[in-house]
């Protein structure tokens, strides 16, 4: 079955410290996959996009990592700000047959800075 | 260039009845994808709208549906609502087909059924 799963569910921390949120997938056949950053009672807003032969990518102070082996993600968060308080989505696009695409989408990790 | 927008931003409605939601897209862009998001389920995709024509669906029953207009701008209607269509529903484009593309998201519509 096509799952992501993500956690923590929720994390709290103290500004300036930095936190790492974990994806776990078993989507197949993978095509991409996504973080989107969610700010209550708004719409998502994509922070990185990554294939199967990236490892890495950065959007300011976001860093992703793919690791396609083990079928993890990493959104690593640096020197945390009171606005990076969000829900943090990942959501992965897999082949469906022939050109049809489909995104499975994680719960999310509830992040909240402290100051 | 003036971002995703969806109409109307909050809707009452109660059990039932039906409802129209509105989206359109950032300027060129020319897929349109809608999704559900509710507390309990996260979010979940509806179907997305390409060229006029649906090019993908979720899982989600007949009465959830769509369509696309020449101008790119998106309908999705929803037939004889249930107290679990409460939700909020998000709009999102992109330049090509959703899953090669980064999306842009509008700001949701609050749908609330009594």
């Known amino acids: 079955?096509?799952?992501?799963e993500q956690s923590p569910q929720s994390l709290i921390i103290l500004e300036g410290k930095n936190c790492t949120l974990q994806c776990n997938y078993t989507v197949s056949p993978f095509s991409n996959l996504r973080w989107y950053k969610q700010d209550t009672g708004r719409g998502p807003v994509s922070l990185t996009i990554m294939t199967f032969s990236e490892n890495t990518k950065s959007n300011g102070r976001y860093t992703a990592t793919l690791?396609?082996?083990t079928k993890q993600s990493s959104l690593h968060i640096t020197a945390s700000q009171l606005s990076d308080s969000?829900?943090?989505?990942?959501?992965?696009?897999y082949n469906y047959g022939g050109a049809t695409n489909k995104l499975i989408f994680g719960t999310g990790t509830l992040l909240a800075v402290q100051p | 260039k003036a971002g995703v927008t969806q109409t109307p931003r909050y809707l009452i409605k109660t059990r039932g009845q039906q409802v129209t939601l509105s989206c359109s897209p950032i300027s060129g862009h020319r897929s349109v994808s809608w999704y559900q998001q509710t507390p309990g389920q996260g979010l979940q995709f509806l179907f997305e709208y390409f060229s006029e024509t649906q090019r993908n669906k979720g899982n989600f029953p007949g009465r959830f549906s769509g369509r696309q207009f020449s101008n790119s701008r998106s309908e999705m209607n929803v037939s004889t609502l249930e107290l679990g269509d409460s939700a909020l529903y998000l709009c999102a484009s992109s330049l090509g087909q959703l899953t090669y593309n980064e999306q842009f998201f509008g700001p949701g519509t609050r749908l609330t059924v009594l």
Request: glycine fraction near 0%; include cysteine; aromatic fraction near 6%.
């Open chain 1, 67 to 69: 690791d396609a082996d």
């Open chain 1, 1 to 4: 079955k096509n799952q992501v």
């Open chain 1, 86 to 93: 969000a829900s943090y989505i990942c959501v992965v696009s």
